[in-house]
């Protein structure tokens, strides 16, 4: 195998096929790249682990010679990162890989291609998405996944499939995200509710960003991402996560609309005197609201504007990280926050379409 291509080419197709390299594995050779030269000019870059794969096909400057190699990614990708810029030389010599650029070379020894397993298929597509759209919607709902492996349905993102919407949502038992969108399902394309790890989810959506409509494709065990030159597949989570049906329906609530980033400054702002989970107290009277936090001689305060209606007063109080996390993933100038009262759930929605909604529990309010 001979090929030449452009280094921040090769670079941007070998840091993104290595993301699902796993960190440590009983087959060594599950941590490589397997880089392929076609005769039409092309390089495809792929690594896969047990849980995901990845594959991206990029433009050469020219195939000199045909042929697979592979080699230890991580290695690779550290190479890469300090080649200088322009024309790479790829080429298998002997059982090492040699990759120039300039007066700069290295040596990769290859690894067994016949240990390397087969790259799983991409599942039956059942659609459509915007890739932009998809990237924002799995960033706001990704922020509320738990972290706790113990609980492993909880780090996952459920993403749920009816009809012409697509349904992603995250808990981890305090919080519960969830955010609807467009999709277009293929002809005869059948509903789906599935739990998808949320790294691994986060992490597609982000390459899927700007590049126009990505298929989707499923399975009872895995799903897959692809779009023009790349393709990306992870194993789905067992189980299911708790319906938010119920918790979203408050019944009769007051409800408070104030500023999105006036609220993020003001939180940011008082919760510098708030340690631990010292909760940041939200006070609606009237057209204003009261920010407080703090004990004793520590406190902070600000006045911001507000509408409540509903109620005479409210107060409400929060963990300011949590609050935060939601706050700083809505876009709308407004956010319009569904309050039950002290101690009970609170639903905060985009202030545009209520597509976003994000439920917290709030706490004891400050004495």
């Given amino acids: 195998m001979e090929i030449h291509i452009d280094s921040a080419v090769l670079t941007e197709a070998v840091a993104w096929a290595a993301r699902v390299l796993p960190a440590r594995s009983p087959m060594p050779v599950l941590g490589g790249l397997l880089l392929e030269a076609g005769e039409e000019g092309a390089l495809s870059v792929?690594?896969?682990?047990?849980?995901a794969s990845a594959r991206v096909e990029v433009e050469t400057a020219g195939?000199?010679?045909?042929?697979?190699a592979l080699v230890l990614g991580r290695r690779l990708l550290d190479i890469c990162k300090v080649l200088p810029p322009g024309r790479t030389v790829l080429a298998v010599e002997d059982a090492r890989l040699s990759v120039t650029s300039g007066d700069v070379r290295f040596g990769l020894s290859l690894l067994p291609l016949d240990s390397y397993p087969?790259?799983?298929a991409l599942p039956p597509v059942l659609g459509e998405v915007d890739g932009g759209a998809f990237a924002e919607a799995v960033g706001q709902v990704a922020a509320a996944a738990g972290r706790d492996d113990s609980l492993p349905v909880l780090t996952g993102i459920r993403l749920a499939l009816d009809g012409a919407v697509m349904t992603l949502a995250a808990t981890d038992r305090y919080r519960y995200a969830v955010r609807t969108l467009e999709w277009h399902p293929a002809a005869g394309g059948a509903p789906a509710d599935v739990v998808v790890p949320a790294r691994r989810l986060t992490e597609t959506a982000r390459s899927l960003a700007g590049a126009g409509?990505?298929?989707?494709?499923?399975?009872a065990h895995s799903?897959?991402?692809?779009?023009?030159?790349?393709?990306t597949t992870a194993r789905l989570l067992d189980g299911r996560l708790p319906r938010h049906d119920k918790l979203f329906a408050l019944g009769e609530h007051a409800v408070a609309v104030t500023g999105r980033a006036a609220l993020v400054e003001a939180v940011r702002r008082v919760a510098v005197v708030a340690e631990g989970d010292s909760p940041v107290q939200l006070a609606f009277e009237g057209t204003s609201l009261r920010l407080r936090a703090g004990y004793?001689?520590?406190?902070?305060?600000?006045?911001?504007?507000?509408?409540?209606?509903g109620a005479g007063a409210m107060t409400v109080a929060f963990n300011p990280?949590?609050?935060l996390d939601a706050l700083t993933r809505f876009t709308a100038e407004d956010v319009r926050l569904h309050l039950l009262?002290?101690?009970q759930r609170a639903l905060l929605a985009d202030g545009a379409d209520g597509r976003h909604r994000h439920l917290l529990m709030s706490v004891k309010p400050l004495v």
């Fill in 46 to 51: 792929s690594g896969l682990d047990h849980e």
């Fill in 296 to 309: 004793e001689d520590d406190v902070a305060s600000q006045m911001l504007p507000a509408a409540l209606d």
């Fill in 321 to 323: 990280n949590y609050l």
């Fill in 118 to 120: 087969a790259a799983p």
């Fill in 63 to 68: 195939t000199v010679t045909p042929g697979r």
């Fill in 223 to 231: 799903i897959g991402f692809e779009r023009a030159g790349l393709r």
């Fill in 213 to 219: 409509r990505a298929r989707v494709g499923l399975d």
């Fill in 341 to 343: 009262g002290p101690g």
